[in-house]
Every structure is written in C-alpha cells, then in structure tokens.
C-alpha cells in the first residue's frame, strides 16, 4: 500500500485511513461510485510521484517526536507497504472559535470559518448516508481530498494588504470586506457589482451563496519543506465529491489568487465508517 501523509493537530498521535481507487482494482464492484484517480485542474502541476496511492494514512498529534515515532512503528509493522509519498504539516495559530475550527495559513489569512459549527451539520455535509447509491459497506464512510498546494509567498507579499484581502474576499482575520463580521455570512447578493467583495475573489468564487454553503468540511494544514517549497495541505470531507470539492474547484477557474499558487500534489480517498464492517465486507473471500 502507497501513502502517507503526517500532520500535528491533536493531543495523542491518532491514525485515520482513507483508501484509494486503486485499492479496489480487483473488486470494482465494492469501490464507492465517485471514486477515482484525482484529476489534474486548471493550472494544476501534478507530480506523479507525489499524487494517489492505494492507502493514505493520516496522523495526528501535537508532538512531532511521537508523530515521527508512529509512523517509523507502522511502517515496520508492514514489511510489504511501500511510502509512496509523504508530507509533514502543522497548524499556526491554531485554534477553536464559535465552534469552528481556525489556524492561519502561509498567506497570513485566518482560514476555517466556512466549516460549520456543530457536529449534526458536520455530518449533514460529510457522512455518505444511505440511498447515495453507494455500496452497504461505505454508508457512515466519507470522501476526502488532499491537495497539496504550493504557495509563491515570495510574491503575495509584495501585494499590499488591501490587495490581497481583495483577491481573498476577507481581511486577515476573518472579518469580510463589507464589514459582516467573520463568523456571520455577508449578502453578495446586496452587491451585485462586487463593489465590496470582487466577483472573481477566492471566497465569492468558491461559494456564492454563502447562506447556502458548499457540502463539504475542511480541515488543512500548512507545510514547509525548506528551498521556498511551502504552503497548504488543503484536506476536506464530503459525502459527494462531485457536489463538493469538485464543483467548487471548477467555479475557482480563473480566481484571482490562481497565480500565486500550484497544486503539486494530493489524491482522492474514501474514509470507511467507524468499526471493522468494512473491512470484513472487503477482504472476504
């Protein structure tokens, strides 16, 4: 199995794993139906060796000794798998406000507020639930996207601050730019002009309607790996890929904020539900 990626979040290091599609290659029949090799977006630079796998396990912890530690534990407790590729990341400032979970990505922006903030809506917009058309086995389960996203800092911040809260649609710490605050939703529909918020900004691109807002859950992380190569694991979770992650990436076709960013990197995974269900579905003979 190929994937792994590292991330510092919780108190304990916790392991969570998501299956590719080639995972199921030899059983089609029991691969969730959205299910694919990620693809390769406008502007998108995919390094194949860095993108898919058949497994990624995601670990997390709030001490980089203990992440390390398991991972060389898991790795060596599976003689057979091999690390296709693997990133390290963490979460500054990070934190929990209005029940929203916050960190400030490499960009200095306050990133989170669009999640929502109880655990019902959490699972409205990320558990596949039954009559989905998914196998028995996946309901409970979720669909999650990694990308990793590489950013030119080195450029964005010869920007003023004013222009880059224009490209974005917010100020730095979350206030939007008609004044609404953070964890509020503006009405774009009140300037239809983008007077206020520009019509080709990153939050109004990605969600339009901010009072009905996209099916998924984000969670991302920030990464450095020296030599200007830093940026954003972006991570979300849906129950549906193509009315989650993938309408929104299409909408952001021609964003303002496209050219100080690359994606390089990532996959499309299925989260199984909780319990061992879904392995027994899987591997029996």
Same mark, same amino acid.
């Given at each position: ?6 991330? $510092?979040a919780?108190?304990?290091v916790?392991?969570? &794993?998501g299956l590719?599609?080639?995972?199921f290659s /030899?059983?089609?029949a ?5 299910l694919?090799?990620?693809?390769s977006?406008?502007?998108?630079l995919?390094? /194949? ?5 058949d497994?990624l396990?995601y ?8 992440l ?7 790795l060596?407790l ?11 990341g ?17 960009f200095?922006?306050?990133? +989170?507020?669009?999640?929502? *903030?109880n /655990?019902? /809506?959490i699972d409205?917009?990320a558990?596949? &639930? =039954?009559? =989905?058309?998914?196998p028995?086995?996946?309901? +409970? #389960?979720? %669909? !999650?996207v990694i990308r ?10 010869r920007?003023?601050?004013?222009? !880059?809260?224009?490209i974005?649609?917010r $100020?730095r710490?979350?206030?939007?730019l008609?004044g609404?605050? +953070?964890e509020?939703?503006?009405?774009f ?6 007077k206020?918020?520009?019509?080709d ?7 339009p309607?901010? $009072?009905?807002?996209?099916?998924m859950? $984000?969670?991302s992380?920030?990464?450095d790996?020296?030599?200007g190569d830093s940026g ?6 849906q129950r *549906?890929?193509?009315q989650?992650?993938?309408?929104v ?10 050219k %100080?960013?690359?994606?390089? #990197?990532?996959? %499309?995974f299925?989260v ?13 003979p």
């Open positions: 199995m190929k994937g792994i990626v590292q991330a $510092r919780a108190r304990r916790s392991v969570t &794993v590719g599609s080639s995972f /030899e059983v089609h029991l691969r969730p139906r959205h694919k090799p990620m693809p977006f406008s502007g998108d995919l390094d /194949e060796a860095q993108t898919h796998g497994a396990v670990l997390e912890s709030d001490s980089a000794a203990d390390e530690h398991a991972a060389r534990r898991l060596s599976m003689p057979s798998w091999r690390q296709r590729w693997r990133i390290g963490f979460r500054k400032e990070n934190r929990t406000q209005g029940g929203k979970w916050l960190a400030r990505n490499p200095h922006f306050t990133e +989170g507020f669009g999640n929502p *903030d /655990e019902r /809506e409205d917009r558990v596949v &639930v =039954q009559g =989905q058309g998914e028995v086995w996946a309901e +409970g #389960g979720s %669909y !999650q990793v996203v590489r950013f030119a800092t080195d450029l964005w911040d920007d003023s601050v004013d222009e !880059q809260e224009r974005i649609g $100020r710490e979350g206030r939007w008609d609404t605050p +953070g509020e939703q503006p009405n529909a009140a300037d239809p002009h983008g206020a918020t520009p019509l900004s990153h939050v109004r691109l990605a969600a309607d901010r $009072r009905n807002p996209p099916p859950v $984000r969670r992380y920030s990464y790996r020296g030599d954003l694991i972006f991570s979300c979770f *549906d890929l193509v989650g992650f993938e309408a990436q299409r909408r952001l076709e021609g964003e303002s904020l496209a %100080y960013v690359l994606t390089t #990197g990532g996959g %499309y299925f199984p539900p909780p319990g061992d269900g879904w392995a027994e579905a899987l591997l029996r």
